[in-house]
């Protein structure tokens, strides 16, 4: 790898990416990094702040909360979504806490200053006992959050100089837009508290290179390349390739929707090409052609997912910079959201969304209940990658361990992940950091490092 030696110059952070193959251990639990984290990446980038179905009526409003700040997303009465600091402008208290409705607006509960869905201030109590200048007309509104929406979700970003959304969510973006995503909704939301940093966490989902040794049941020759050797035996195949769906089902609860397990096992006794590149391919058609058609007769927004694969789009991990991702599986998909709650610990969501006929949506989801990482409710697969992660983030203290060394062929997107970090950290403008969102925001499996322009 001597190129990389020499290709890339560390920008003027601590703990800096030196080579884009090494990371510095401190950049996990270092409190000054954590700060200037909190400082010059989290209010310059776009967050999913909520699903559209936890505001599904006019006047619905949750709390986002990052850091220390919290932001109120409201669903307006004409189904646009704006956003607003969770910030009276009399004494500072948080306006709302949780998620609700509101008929007529907010009331300040301590002193009971009002505002209307447009976060405009409506009444003072005893106005007049203050002076002029502390109740300015518009200087005592809810200050407003940018908020836009794509792919089901809003999202909300501090800086009114970034790039719009969808621009930044590039291309991941466009191919999610390929697999419907805004028409899934919530089948369940599981959430766990990892104590471990945010990257940490991130990082272990984000390569295959751990899939053998963390998850061996999912190593399964038809899906990995490998093939037995002795000749091709069809119908082993179909039962391997059928027994994947299940463990990726049962093991990710949902993450191949049950669904599509059913309907790969009516299937089974499908008569296939003798030789296996065919054999695999028609299977593979095969099952696209009739999750679709099952979706679409029941009446659900279903993306062909033929069509898909045809157009190279049937990827499957997509990361949305810095802390979202969306996994879609045939009819289906699974959505990741990590936030930072100390240097080293961190808010997993874990959300299975599914389609639904119009009108047979489920209702609002509840909050999830926060899990310890260890908790026996938790599906085998997660709680195959969660036995790792406290190890390693206690390994990472050891004196003698100065950085981790990556794989440049199959860990280069943790590589490209730090490195876009950095560039927020180094106060980059958002022109320089947008190429590099885009190199964040595609498949991340297996990829090698990229050049970031920085
Ligand atoms: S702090 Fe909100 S009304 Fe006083
Ligand atoms: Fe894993």
């Not at 920008?11 to 090494?22: F, G, I, W």
């Not at 272990?204 to 002795?230: K, M, N, W």
């Not at 049950?258 to 309907?263: F, K, M, P, Y």
């Not at 609002?364 to 709680?383: F, G, H, K, L, M």
């Amino acid at each position: 790898m001597a190129t990389l030696d020499q290709k890339w110059s560390a920008l003027p952070v601590p703990y800096a990416m030196e080579l884009p193959d090494r990371v510095r251990k401190e950049r996990y639990y270092d409190g000054g990094f954590y700060e200037l984290e909190a400082e010059a990446l989290w209010p310059r980038v776009w967050q999913m702040a909520c699903r559209l179905e936890e505001i599904p009526q006019p006047r619905d409003f949750v709390e986002y909360e990052f850091l220390d700040q919290s932001i109120v997303l409201l669903r307006t009465d004409d189904m646009e979504v704006r956003a607003f600091q969770n910030a009276c402008r009399h004494r500072g208290v948080r306006v709302i806490e949780g998620r609700g409705t509101c008929e007529h607006g907010f009331v300040c509960p301590f002193h009971g200053w009002c505002y209307g869905v447009d976060g405009k201030n409506s009444f003072v109590p005893r106005k007049k006992t203050f002076a002029e200048h502390n109740v300015q007309p518009g200087d005592i509104d809810l200050v407003p959050v940018r908020c836009e929406v794509w792919g089901g979700c809003a999202w909300i970003n501090l800086d009114d100089g970034a790039p719009p959304l969808r621009e930044s969510l590039e291309p991941a973006a466009s191919i999610l837009d390929a697999w419907k995503v805004e028409s899934l909704r919530t089948e369940w939301w599981y959430a766990s508290r990892l104590p471990v940093n945010w990257k940490l966490a991130i990082e272990a989902f984000v390569e295959s290179y751990h899939v053998v040794q963390t998850h061996p049941q999912l190593v399964i020759p038809t899906r990995y390349g490998l093939r037995d050797s002795g000749p091709f035996d069809s119908r082993a195949f179909v039962e391997a390739d059928i027994g994947y769906l299940r463990t990726m089902s049962e093991g990710m609860a949902g993450m191949v929707h049950a669904n599509d397990v059913r309907i790969a096992e009516g299937l089974r006794d499908i008569e296939l090409p003798g030789e296996a590149d065919q054999a695999m391919a028609t299977w593979n058609r095969t099952l696209n052609d009739a999750v679709t058609r099952w979706h679409r007769d029941r009446g659900d927004d279903m993306p062909d997912l033929n069509d898909l694969e045809a157009r190279g789009l049937n990827l499957e991990f997509f990361q949305c910079f810095p802390h979202s991702f969306v996994l879609p599986m045939y009819s289906s998909a699974t959505a990741y959201r990590f936030r930072p709650l100390a240097p080293e610990e961190t808010l997993m969501e874990i959300w299975s969304l599914t389609r639904y006929p119009e009108g047979e949506e489920p209702e609002r989801p509840a909050q999830p209940e926060v899990w310890e990482c260890d908790d026996p409710r938790w599906p085998p697969i997660p709680t195959q990658d969660f036995s790792n992660l406290p190890r390693q983030q206690r390994g990472l203290h050891a004196k003698g361990f100065e950085y981790m060394r990556l794989s440049a062929g199959l860990e280069g997107h943790i590589a490209n992940f730090q490195r876009t970090i950095d560039g927020y950290l180094s106060g980059l403008p958002h022109e320089r950091l947008l190429p590099a969102l885009r190199a964040v925001n595609v498949y991340p499996f297996d990829k090698p490092i990229t050049d970031l322009g920085f």
